[in-house]
């Protein structure tokens, strides 16, 4: 038994948008023990779908379809998959009551486009929709051929796999078998460095053990097969443990964790509060603070001091040292977040300063250079330096301002519990 | 004639890397004009490679694959292409050199391995791999097909492709057509009512128009094939333009424009500046305006209001009005607008304030319900309210108050115009 993942779409076939269903799905079915050998992709176009659908269908025995649900005349994978078939669609009354109360509540009015949506083949079952307007069908149109399809909007197409699609899979007897894993994260250290500290445990073969990098992090996977999760678990925990040991502070957390909500439950253990003031990252360091849910328990805000006359305004930089130091410097950083700390109360200031580019680089500035500011109730400011190289993007200078702020303020939380 | 583009590689069915270089491929492949309907996802499996290959071979005339060329057991892709056209592999000692002096660069040491990665079909040519290890090749094994293939590491194949692939396709007769699109961008209307009032273009077969949604946005995409770049530009630019004029002050921008930038530019053409006052989106609305470099021009910062004192201690909403209409209300709004627009000295203030949720709604006030708020120089505050849904995510419901502040602020610029 295996599963093919059919995602359909012009769009994909002209390289207009990353194929990041076939992504998700291939770890889901992964986390599920489905083995799953294939993957296709093909436009919007009737007669090359029917021919993927006869060799899938051929092949495989679970057949997942991604795109081609929308209103518009060109969304045709229903229809195609109920013509291979040969059976005739069936308006169903609810989906067309559903869609109709989700125009209603947006204040919307549908249109005749609409009507499409609710049309699902003779025999097969609904595959709601929360949070869309085209719901998805799980269908067997013959034994030993199950089919399940999706919208192609990633986060409409998580929500349904996770909340119907997973459940009835397990009814129906997959996912006997799991693939577990678990991920560390590390920031503050090169994934060279970390893959010479824990070399021997790539040589595992059961959990195995792989190292991944991307923007600025390192990522250690951990997985395991067994018959079961809390068998996986087992093999799994003892070698993360070990990982964990080695990478001391580097590792911040693991699986879902991102700096921001490592940061966020340390806050709150500690019941301290936090602002933030914010130049090059315009925001970027608040908007990753109240990512988490319930953020509001420890982080108050804050300045966005975009322009010098805000740093001097709202935060009380001193002119002189402005002008004398320049905005990229420590003393300014230091400054900014002793200013919004005080000036909103808090036990915290983070601040951020610095060239994210493509422009206002120079010899001694270059494009990269950014100073993290941190003050505390009962430690001087301080500041940290860090040149992220002028050959990265704009929005990967910010985004390793905003990593290596939390991981500042992450470090300093942690060294004051010893 | 068509090509198709096969990848090759067990992380793929995984789910552990996005298969990033299909979308380089299928936009290279648009960008020579070469049709392209069908990509396949096989792992490091010689019998289930074997059978893509025949599937692929039986239905397009250039197949290029990518992955499976590295030193490793597992790599499989060269002698099963061989296998399959029942060809001998053949050690070539030019590329034999090539990897030693490579590995010799690096202070490595070449292993047993690395000879595998100089065998190539009896007939094929080399695709030469200038920053890589491994080569890939170009191979016409029978008459009408045409094979390619590259390494699975994006920055070699991409490298590979433009220095060596492309100007062999062109030599070959390929690129002499090319296929060109624009993609209108729309926000404040529903794909189906979009694709309602531009239904008769939908009909159109040189150029091509078609709808995408997601996030709130909808996109139009206008395709053309034709001999040269100019002549599809001439095709497309009558139906953008009549496009244009049917989506009305809805359609906000073209391409790459995002919110961030048509409002960047019609601050800069009108030399006002602009602050932001944002609660729960903690900065994201700072972060996108300053995603845009040059943004210092008319973006000065910003207060972010996560807690209710700070609306109060930096904005100066009034506490009274906090208490009776509550921080999510057209009234604080528009305070929030006001406050950071007299504080900063600027010409516009544009502010935040919602339920992001999952927690926090209420009967009168579910998750989902967000104001924006706008003070200007000449002008009372005013605010607008929004339903996103409860069903959304927080993540979803900050994305669509960031596009929805900036949109306002675009329409309020765009009709002062008049």
Chains 1, 2 share one sequence.
């Not at 195609?80 to 169903?92: H, M, N, S």
């Not at 390192?218 to 070698?239: G, T």
């Not at 988490?292 to 001097?312: E, L, R, T």
Request: charged share 15%.
């Amino acid at each position: 038994m295996s599963a093919e993942i059919i995602c359909v779409g012009t769009e994909l076939l002209l390289g207009e948008i990353l194929n990041s269903n076939a992504q998700f799905l291939a770890q889901q079915l992964a986390l599920l023990g489905i083995p799953h050998y294939y993957q296709s992709v093909v436009g919007d176009n009737p007669a090359r779908l029917q021919q993927v659908m006869a060799i899938a269908a051929a092949r495989s025995q679970v057949l997942i379809f991604t795109g081609g649900l929308g209103p518009t005349p060109d969304d045709l994978t229903t229809e195609t998959i109920a013509d291979f078939f040969g059976v005739p669609l069936l308006e169903r009354a609810d989906v067309l009551r559903d869609i109709t109360e989700k125009y209603a509540a947006h204040d919307r009015i549908m249109t005749a486009n609409n009507h499409k949506q609710a049309l699902i083949p003779q025999g097969a079952d609904l595959l709601p929709n929360r949070t869309g307007t085209a719901p998805g069908m799980i269908w067997q149109p013959r034994p030993q051929l199950l089919i399940l399809t999706f919208p192609g909007v990633p986060s409409e197409m998580q929500t349904m796999w996770h909340e119907t699609a997973v459940p009835y899979l397990r009814r129906q007897g997959f996912g006997q078998e799991t693939i577990y894993s678990r991920t560390l994260r590390f920031w503050g250290i090169t994934e060279s460095a970390l893959a010479e500290k824990v070399a021997p445990f790539f040589e595992l073969s059961n959990p195995t053990v792989a190292p991944y990098a991307g923007n600025g992090e390192v990522r250690l996977r951990v997985s395991s097969k067994a018959a079961s999760q809390s068998v996986a678990m087992e093999a799994i925990a003892p070698v993360v443990e070990q990982l964990q040991a080695l990478g001391g502070l580097d590792c911040y957390g693991a699986d879902d964790d991102t700096l921001a909500v490592v940061v966020g439950k340390l806050l709150q253990a500690a019941g301290d509060t936090l602002a933030v003031a914010e130049s090059c990252t315009g925001g970027g360091l608040g908007q990753q603070l109240t990512s988490v849910p319930g953020s509001s328990h420890y982080f108050w805000g804050g300045v966005i001091s975009y322009d010098n006359q805000v740093k001097a305004s709202l935060l009380g930089v001193d002119q002189g040292d402005l002008a004398q130091f320049g905005a990229v410097s420590a003393e300014v950083a230091q400054q900014m977040a002793a200013g919004v700390r005080s000036r909103l109360g808090t036990t915290w200031g983070l601040s951020i300063t610095g060239i994210a580019g493509p422009d206002g680089g120079s010899e001694t500035k270059p494009v990269g250079l950014v100073y993290i500011g941190l003050a505390g109730s009962n430690v001087p400011a301080t500041s940290a330096r860090y040149l992220f190289g002028s050959n990265r993007s704009r929005d990967a200078v910010r985004w390793m301002s905003v990593s290596a702020a939390l991981d500042f303020l992450r470090r300093t939380l942690l060294e004051g519990d010893r």
